[in-house]
């Protein structure tokens, strides 16, 4: 059984540019979450989908959109990238119940803006 | 809203060893969850043990456990008779219950010393 996975490992982009992360999450789990890890810290929530629908979001702006497909795959964008955007974002997947589901990791991508 | 704090930015420890990470946290809610996640060099953010608020005893996962100080707002975890592969950054991270927004704190680095 496949954990979470993630795509690119890493990625290079300069300012300016655009970027999609990709994650696909563990067998059997329909909920995807995406956080971002700047170096040095703890991961910071940047949204959640569910249904192909953003169900919950963090303090992060527009630029970040995501996107969740009928096969639960999610995507990541971000635009007009900048250099503080550079930090390790990672994929959680879950499956969506009433109360507590446990969330498990992707390895991450590894994007540096230049 | 939640928040989480580590106070040891590094800690070591000597193979075989007992060693305590601490964790304080805030939320004004009564139903929560408190973990503590292990993120090796891999990057692979892994789950090592969960506890959840309602429960006043201390959750335990083999070499694992945790203080659990609710009124203190204190979620400490201890790892006894440590070994090589338990280096790694050590997250404390926060659920509030029905929410899937994990809020982490900056993390502790564990050396463990042969």
């Known amino acids: 059984d496949a954990g979470v996975t993630q795509s690119p490992t890493h990625l290079i982009k300069t300012r300016g540019q655009q970027v999609t992360l990709r994650c696909s999450p563990k067998?059997?789990?329909?909920?995807v979450s995406w956080y971002q890890q700047a170096l040095g810290q703890g991961p910071q929530f940047i949204f959640q989908?569910?249904?192909?629908?953003?169900?919950q979001r963090g303090n992060f702006p527009d630029r970040f959109s995501g996107h969740q497909f009928p096969n639960y795959s999610s995507e990541l964008n971000v635009n007009a990238l900048l250099l503080g955007d550079s930090a390790l974002y990672l994929c959680?997947?879950?499956?969506?119940?009433?109360?507590?589901?446990?969330?498990?990791f992707g390895p991450g991508t590894r994007l540096t803006v230049l | 809203a939640q928040t989480v704090t580590q106070s040891q930015p590094e800690m070591s420890v000597q193979e075989a060893e007992t060693v305590t990470l601490s964790c304080t946290y805030d939320?004004?809610?009564?139903?929560?969850?408190l973990f503590w996640y292990k993120q090796p060099p891999s990057r692979q953010m892994i789950l090592v043990i969960r506890?959840?608020?309602?429960?006043?005893q201390n959750a335990t996962e083999n070499r694992f456990s945790v203080n659990f100080q609710k009124a203190a707002k204190s979620f400490s975890l201890k790892i006894s008779d440590s070994q090589l592969g338990d280096a790694a950054m050590y997250f404390c991270?926060?659920?509030?219950?029905?929410?899937?927004?994990?809020?982490f704190g900056k993390g502790t680095k564990l050396t463990v010393n042969p």
């Open positions: 067998s059997g789990h329909d909920t």
């Open positions: 959680a997947s879950s499956l969506l119940l009433w109360s507590y589901n446990e969330q498990f």
């Open positions: 991270a926060s659920l509030q219950g029905g929410s899937e927004k994990l809020v």
């Open positions: 506890q959840e608020a309602y429960k006043q």
């Open positions: 989908y569910y249904e192909e629908e953003e169900r």
């Open positions: 939320t004004s809610e009564s139903d929560y969850y």
